[in-house]
Nanobody, 124 residues
Framework: QVQLVESGGGLVQTGGSLRLSCAVS????????MGWFRQAPGKERDFVAA???????YYADSAVGRFAISRDSAKNTVFLQMNKLEPEDTAVYYC??????????????????WGQGTQVTVSS
């Protein structure tokens, strides 16, 4: 069994920054793809960013230039650095793991394990 636990959410002002963390336990982190998704009230769960075992990164258009995903393989942890935050970024952010590898990484159905989510609120 794989467990994912997000942390680092909170309340920030427009233009501020947050760094989210996702700790993975129960299974080896290597050769998996880790993703971040977000879901606002009344909205679908949308892709934000992903990183695979080799360090290749993928971003939603809304994240390009503002967000950066990274990983610490030794500690089985993935991060999402969020800068220049806007009210539209307000959502519950979820960490997800794709084990084993599959070529698709941008849909919720592409992932096998999920964290409980962490709230990010950006005030205007």
């Amino acid at each position: 069994q794989v467990q994912l636990v997000e942390s680092g959410g909170g309340l920030v002002q427009t233009g501020g920054s947050l760094r989210l963390s996702c700790a993975v336990s129960g299974r080896t982190f290597s050769r998996s793809t880790m993703g971040w998704f977000r879901q606002a009230p009344g909205k679908e769960r949308d892709f934000v960013a992903a990183i695979n075992w080799a360090g290749a990164t993928y971003y939603a258009d809304s994240a390009v230039g503002r967000f950066a995903i990274s990983r610490d393989s030794a500690k089985n942890t993935v991060f999402l650095q969020m800068n220049k935050l806007e009210p539209e970024d307000t959502a519950v952010y979820y960490c997800a793991a794709q084990i084993p590898y599959r070529s698709s990484t941008s849909a919720p159905g592409d992932y096998d394990y999920w964290g409980q989510g962490t709230q990010v609120t950006v005030s205007s």
